[in-house]
């Protein structure tokens, strides 16, 4: 995978430098406050997926095939309440390149079963609700049309797995700020509506999956409850940027694997907006839902 941008592009966090006397903010507090106001918010959130070469790729030229980069879109909204997020309604669209689509369609008749849920879920839009303690899922990947069941799930799972920093769970949070080596003002974020904030603070820093497995529960509920050591073994960077009382606006990682992973590296950035109201309840289903290898990045690292 090749990357053509520094950390600092990527994780966008300081376009204007700040006053020197800008006072801190504290985020863990506005999170408890968010929290206890179960307040909503809007999500929109771009990702770049790098994968291995396929040498049936990379026998053509560019110009007749390109690099499979995956770009996974959410957009949705969810509720905040006591420990984190407590409801949400997402949909999640990933396209693939034309030519490498071609492949993974051949693998997929061929009997590859990772590769036929890749296919579907590039297939449409999917959509995943979280309520009541529930999960709900709806499109091809998932078994077709209609909501169905897919059990009981912390409500952040519909929104993370392409993201693997939940902002909303104060442990993990805190962990974070604990490994930051960039805390103060920064520039100009835009938040899930395109709007500008301009008076922002920005936090920085880098880890290891490893590290946030141990840390995060949320983290851990996306690899399954367990993690590959090797896996462990990624660094990646982070960057959460929140307005001047705290909230957070943008939330931003970065990693890149090398060779000998299904799944190389990505960015993923994550924008909110506040103020707005959402009705958050349980759909009717139509049946049992499934759980498709690659409807989130982080499948690539999970150990089943």
């Known amino acids: 995978m090749r990357w053509h941008t520094t950390a600092a592009v990527v994780l966008g966090l300081t376009v204007i430098s700040a006053p020197a006397q800008a006072?801190?903010?504290?985020?863990?507090?506005?999170?408890?406050?968010?929290?206890?106001?179960?307040?909503?918010?809007?999500?929109?959130?771009?990702?770049?997926?790098?994968?291995?070469?396929?040498?049936?790729?990379?026998?053509?030229?560019?110009?007749?095939?390109?690099?499979?980069?995956?770009?996974?879109?959410?957009?949705?909204?969810?509720?905040?309440?006591?420990?984190?997020?407590?409801?949400?309604?997402?949909?999640?669209?990933?396209?693939?390149?034309?030519?490498?689509?071609?492949?993974?369609?051949?693998d997929a008749a061929d009997g590859d079963r990772r590769a036929a849920d890749q296919v579907k879920v590039a297939s449409a839009v999917h959509r995943v609700r979280a309520a009541g303690g529930r999960l709900y899922v709806s499109g091809p990947a998932y078994g077709g049309a209609g909501w169905r069941a897919r059990g009981t799930a912390p409500a952040g799972s519909a929104l993370y797995g392409d993201q693997i920093i939940d902002a909303f769970d104060v442990r993990t949070l805190t962990f974070l700020l604990g490994t930051a080596t960039v805390d103060r003002a920064g520039g100009t974020v835009h938040d899930a509506d395109d709007r500008p904030v301009r008076k922002t603070w920005s936090y920085r820093g880098t880890t290891t999956f490893a590290a946030l497995f141990r840390a995060s529960k949320p983290f851990r509920h996306m690899l399954g409850g367990r993690l590959d050591p090797r896996v462990g073994r990624i660094s990646f960077?982070?960057?959460?940027?929140?307005?001047?009382?705290?909230?957070?606006?943008?939330?931003?990682?970065?990693?890149?694997?090398?060779?000998?992973?299904?799944?190389?590296?990505?960015?993923?950035?994550?924008?909110?907006?506040?103020?707005?109201?959402?009705?958050?309840?349980?759909?009717?289903?139509?049946?049992?839902g499934r759980d498709p290898y690659g409807d989130d990045l982080v499948d690539a690292y999970r150990t089943r």
């Not at 909204?77 to 407590?86: E, K, N, P, S």
């Not at 001047?244 to 990505?266: C, F, K, M, N, Y």
């Not at 994550?270 to 139509?286: E, Q």
């Open 237 to 288: 960077m982070w960057g959460i940027s929140t307005d001047r009382t705290g909230r957070p606006i943008a939330v931003q990682t970065v990693w890149r694997t090398g060779s000998g992973h299904r799944l190389e590296g990505a960015s993923v950035s994550t924008r909110y907006s506040w103020g707005v109201k959402a009705a958050i309840a349980a759909p009717a289903t139509t049946g049992t």
């Open 23 to 106: 006072s801190t903010v504290d985020v863990v507090g506005a999170v408890k406050r968010l929290q206890s106001q179960r307040a909503t918010m809007k999500i929109h959130q771009r990702a770049k997926a790098g994968w291995p070469q396929d040498p049936r790729v990379e026998a053509l030229s560019t110009r007749q095939c390109g690099r499979r980069a995956d770009a996974p879109v959410v957009t949705g909204r969810a509720r905040l309440g006591r420990g984190g997020v407590v409801a949400a309604d997402v949909r999640r669209s990933a396209s693939i390149r034309p030519c490498p689509l071609r492949f993974l369609k051949q």
